[in-house]
């Protein structure tokens, strides 16, 4: 028994070590990585993957023999997707693990939230309209997408306020939900009116990364680089917003300043990632929850670890989507959904049991 216990405290200690979680979190993120690009109809050895990554996108100056298909598999086809994925999922861990700590609860998410719908809808409609501002052109997506799921955040925070001044979590989830369904019915609206665009449209909201190539990656990342950078310089002000608004006003925060900013800077990420992903949920959920039960809740070092886990998880994902009933290729989106559905309710019931507990 004292062993038992001693081996617990050991591996905790080990797991909390600030070296060992960044180790284990890029290990894991490299080695998904190199799996996703490696495994697919044709096996590319790893070390070629190394190669052709360091020659055709670093640009090193490597010599090497690989033959002229692994170069057009791995460069042209399967990196795009694989970084892609990674993007996506990292966008999505971060904004989650952002809300949950804004919002002090660990099942807000931007899908349970509603923001992954206003995304949707901003995306549907730049498709069907044929919408392109001039002088941004293919930011006109992403842009459309951010801008509806910041005010979907806005509304649902402000109708959640005035139907409860305490803000619980149960009453953010239901009115998130409730604008879900508002927004779905529109873009069903749009679907039951649309023509040719209607295949691309239903594979946008299915979610999916496959086919999407380099011009995805390139519209994804300064959003990405935008919106990460944003809420990682607030980490601090996330610790002390997740203690209550007064008490981080105690402690010199600008609540006003820091909530929008922090809401901005998820909703660029979550629209971005839905623009070029479509719908996929519960990434925003299940990551930062694992992230937070084994490495704690201290947002310094749970954003970049939320993000790395995200990412990784995320590229898995989509490989078990491409290969679980190869050739045919299942939405991503799917495979998320029947991942985090479960565990939401294992959350839901968790948390029910501990105000039990404390009432």
Same mark, same amino acid.
């Given at each position: 028994?004292?062993?038992?216990?001693?081996?617990?405290?050991?591996?905790?200690?080990?797991?909390?070590?600030?070296?060992?979680?960044?180790?284990?979190? +890029?290990?894991?993120?490299?080695?998904?990585? =190199?799996?996703?690009?490696?495994?697919?109809?044709? $096996?590319?050895?790893?070390?070629?993957?190394?190669? !052709?990554?360091?020659?055709?996108?670093? #640009?090193?100056?490597?010599?090497?023999?690989?033959? *002229?298909?692994?170069?057009? &598999?791995?460069?042209?086809?399967?990196?795009?997707?694989?970084?892609?994925?990674?993007?996506?999922?990292?966008? /999505?861990?971060?904004?989650?693990?952002?809300?949950?700590?804004?919002?002090?609860?660990?099942?807000?998410?931007?899908?349970?939230?509603? @923001?992954?719908?206003?995304?949707?809808?901003?995306?549907?409609?730049?498709?069907?309209?044929?919408?392109?501002?001039? @002088? !941004?052109?293919?930011?006109?997506?992403?842009?459309?997408?951010?801008?509806?799921?910041?005010?979907?955040?806005?509304?649902?925070?402000?109708?959640?306020?005035?139907?409860?001044?305490?803000?619980?979590?149960?009453?953010?989830? /239901?009115?998130?939900?409730?604008?879900?369904?508002?927004?779905? $019915?529109?873009?069903?609206?749009?679907?039951?009116?649309?023509?040719?665009?209607?295949?691309?449209?239903?594979?946008?909201?299915?979610?999916?990364?496959?086919?999407?190539?380099?011009?995805?990656?390139?519209? &994804?990342?300064?959003?990405?680089?935008?919106?990460?950078?944003?809420?990682?310089?607030?980490?601090?002000?996330?610790?002390? /917003?997740? =203690?209550?608004?007064?008490?981080?006003? #105690?402690?010199? +925060?600008? +609540?006003?300043?820091?909530?929008?900013?922090?809401? !901005?800077?998820?909703?660029?990420?979550?629209?971005?990632?839905?623009?070029?992903?479509?719908? !996929?949920?519960?990434?925003?959920?299940?990551?930062?929850?694992?992230?937070?039960?084994?490495?704690?809740?201290?947002?310094?070092? /749970?954003?970049?670890?939320?993000?790395?886990?995200?990412?990784?998880?995320?590229?898995?994902?989509?490989?078990? $989507?491409?290969?679980?009933?190869?050739?045919?290729?299942?939405?991503?989106?799917?495979?998320?959904?029947?991942?985090?559905?479960?565990?939401?309710?294992?959350?839901?019931?968790?948390?029910?049991? *501990?105000?039990?507990?404390?009432?």
């Amino acid at each position: 028994m004292v062993q038992e216990h001693w081996l617990k405290r050991f591996i905790r200690s080990f797991l909390m070590n600030n070296a060992i979680k960044y180790s284990v979190a +890029v290990a894991l993120l490299i080695s998904a990585t =190199l799996i996703a690009i490696s495994i697919g109809t044709v $096996s590319v050895p790893i070390i070629d993957i190394v190669k !052709i990554i360091g020659r055709e996108g670093l #640009h090193l100056p490597i010599g090497y023999d690989v033959e *002229e298909k692994y170069i057009s &598999i791995v460069y042209d086809i399967r990196l795009p997707r694989v970084l892609l994925a990674g993007f996506v999922g990292a966008s /999505l861990a971060i904004s989650g693990a952002a809300f949950q700590g804004l919002l002090r609860n660990p099942l807000a998410e931007p899908y349970l939230l509603g @923001v992954s719908s206003g995304a949707s809808l901003g995306a549907v409609a730049t498709i069907f309209f044929g919408l392109s501002l001039p @002088v !941004i052109g293919n930011y006109t997506l992403p842009l459309f997408s951010i801008c509806c799921a910041f005010l979907t955040m806005v509304f649902v925070l402000y109708f959640a306020k005035k139907i409860d001044q305490a803000m619980r979590v149960e009453t953010i989830i /239901l009115t998130g939900i409730i604008f879900s369904s508002f927004l779905a $019915s529109f873009i069903s609206l749009i679907i039951a009116l649309t023509g040719d665009e209607l295949q691309q449209i239903i594979g946008w909201l299915l979610g999916s990364v496959s086919m999407r190539g380099w011009r995805y990656v390139v519209i &994804i990342l300064p959003f990405f680089i935008i919106g990460s950078l944003l809420l990682m310089v607030n980490t601090k002000e996330l610790n002390a /917003l997740s =203690l209550g608004e007064e008490r981080a006003q #105690h402690l010199g +925060v600008d +609540v006003a300043r820091k909530r929008l900013l922090i809401l !901005i800077a998820g909703s660029t990420l979550t629209g971005a990632a839905v623009a070029v992903s479509g719908m !996929i949920g519960f990434v925003g959920l299940v990551i930062p929850h694992l992230v937070r039960k084994l490495w704690g809740p201290d947002h310094v070092h /749970l954003l970049p670890l939320s993000m790395l886990i995200g990412a990784a998880f995320l590229i898995l994902t989509d490989l078990v $989507s491409r290969t679980v009933i190869s050739p045919q290729v299942l939405p991503v989106g799917v495979i998320t959904a029947l991942i985090g559905a479960p565990v939401f309710a294992v959350i839901l019931l968790r948390q029910k049991r *501990e105000s039990r507990g404390e009432g």
